[in-house]
């Protein structure tokens, strides 16, 4: 039995459309935090058939998690034996985030182990990339960035950390529903790309907001940072707003939050957010403002993405 874990992610450049589906190849590179303690343990083991536990429960055949997760594992582990996955989330069930970046990626470290494949860390994010895209950027903590590339294959399609460290940044997680979202990541990138007028300069802003970014991190400009996570988390947003028909995932709450949050900013306090394909947003800040951040949203559920590090 081998035992893997991989860190989830939020990406400050956003991943919002694919130039190929089956090998999900993204149009445009992305930039992402992980989320340290926040992520996926994944066991893999032979066993008599193949069988699958989430979170402690027992996962039917039938179901859509079943499938998908085995339908990736016969891709990536062609001719392979029997399996027993188990699995289990330290990311809260109830806090909305996404955990398919964690699980394709544990999941792939967990069958690189248990296999002996010993593939290095570029091949294991192409694989990771084949379940969900964001899977590529979770093999590694810190600042990660996916590359877009251009071959057809995606031999050129994958992600690798950034060096910078960031001690003092802060996540914040800022719950608004819990529920699960009406339309998944993958239809709704699909559908903004198709429909969407104004989906042709997404690649031009995305590639401004890479460039401005990496500056950003290598000459610790917070405020930089913020606007640009924010503004690109808001584009993506109006990108789904003007799909046709539209695609809105915020919520009463999170139109109230930002407000709150462009309030406090505004009297001074530098405190950004980003938000992905569901209603919740995540709070970026610097520790020495996490006293006055937690004043005004005392749920938040706060991340030090390099504190350990
Ligand atoms: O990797 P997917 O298919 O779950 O899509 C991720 C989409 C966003 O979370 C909204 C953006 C991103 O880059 O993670």
């Not at 956003?14 to 090998?23: D, M, Q």
């Not at 058939?49 to 027992?58: K, Y």
């Not at 950034?162 to 800022?174: F, K, S």
């Not at 569901?278 to 004043?295: F, I, P, Q, R």
Request: net charge negative.
């Amino acid at each position: 039995m081998v035992e893997c874990y991989a860190p989830a992610n939020i990406a400050l450049v956003k991943y919002w459309g694919k130039r190929e589906a089956h090998l999900n190849l993204p149009l445009t590179d992305s930039l992402s935090i992980s989320l340290a303690h926040l992520g996926t343990t994944t066991q893999v083991s032979e066993s008599e058939e193949d069988s699958l536990c989430f979170n402690g429960e027992e996962i039917e055949q039938e179901s859509a998690l079943f499938r998908k997760t085995f339908a990736f594992i016969d891709r990536i582990a062609k001719g392979r034996c029997a399996l027993r996955v188990v699995t289990n989330n330290t990311i809260p069930t109830a806090s909305g985030l996404a955990s398919s970046a964690s699980g394709f990626a544990a999941l792939t470290l967990a069958l690189n182990a248990f296999f002996n494949w010993n593939y290095d860390r570029k091949t294991l994010s192409q694989m990771a990339r084949l379940g969900s895209g964001s899977a590529s950027r979770s093999l590694w903590d810190g600042f990660v960035i996916w590359q877009a590339g251009s071959a057809d294959d995606g031999s050129d399609c994958y992600a690798y950390p950034l060096e910078a460290r960031w001690q003092e940044l802060r996540i914040g997680i800022l719950e608004v529903d819990f529920s699960a979202k009406k339309i998944g990541s993958r239809e709704a990138m699909q559908h903004t790309a198709y429909t969407s007028p104004l989906y042709g300069s997404w690649q031009k802003t995305v590639a401004e907001d890479m460039r401005n970014l990496q500056a950003a991190i290598q000459s610790r400009d917070f405020t930089r940072l913020g606007e640009i996570a924010e503004g690109n988390a808001l584009a993506m947003h109006a990108l789904m707003l003007s799909a046709r028909p539209a695609i809105l995932y915020f919520q009463q709450a999170s139109w109230q939050s930002m407000h709150t949050i462009w309030q406090l900013r505004a009297q001074g306090l530098p405190l950004y957010f980003t938000a992905d394909a569901g209603a919740n947003l995540k709070l970026l800040y610097l520790e020495e403002d996490s006293a006055k951040v937690k004043d005004v949203f005392p749920h938040i559920q706060e991340i030090a993405p390099f504190a350990s590090s």
